[in-house]
């Protein structure tokens, strides 16, 4: 059984960082496409940060390049999102999702079967 346990959220005043991170659990083997999400209030879901399981090539938002990254430990079992010069607008909840569709872009959340149950991030002005 799939499980996806986010941890790390809080609250930081703008250009400040945080960490947060994903267990990620249920996958015998670590050839699982991993992506971060977020959505602030009223908003819909979106993409910001992804990782492949076969290159291990990460793709971001445009909203985030240069300020996140990306990144797991295999032997552990985790995901990592550090998030450095937040912005009031990173504000929201973040998600960990696992197991991308084939052929779905990214960034859409449809595109991922299993998703964790979210860590607030706030960030004031």
């Known amino acids: 059984q799939v499980q996806l346990v986010e941890s790390g959220g809080g609250s930081v005043q703008a250009g400040g960082s945080l960490r947060i991170s994903c267990a990620v659990s249920?996958?015998?083997?670590?050839?699982?496409?991993l992506a971060w999400f977020r959505q602030a209030p009223g908003k819909g879901r979106e993409g910001v940060a992804a990782?492949?399981?076969?290159?291990?090539?990460?793709y971001y938002a445009d909203s985030v390049k240069g300020r996140f990254t990306i990144s797991k430990d295999n032997e552990k079992k985790m995901l990592y999102l550090q998030m450095n010069s937040l912005k009031p607008v990173d504000t929201g909840m973040y998600y960990c999702?696992?197991?991308?569709?084939?052929?779905?872009?990214?960034?859409?959340?449809?595109?991922?079967?299993?998703w964790g149950q979210g860590t607030q991030v706030t960030v004031s002005s």
């Open positions: 990782i492949d399981y076969g290159t291990g090539g990460t």
């Open positions: 249920g996958y015998t083997d670590n050839r699982v496409s």
């Open positions: 999702a696992a197991e991308k569709q084939y052929g779905v872009a990214w960034y859409n959340p449809a595109g991922f079967h299993y």
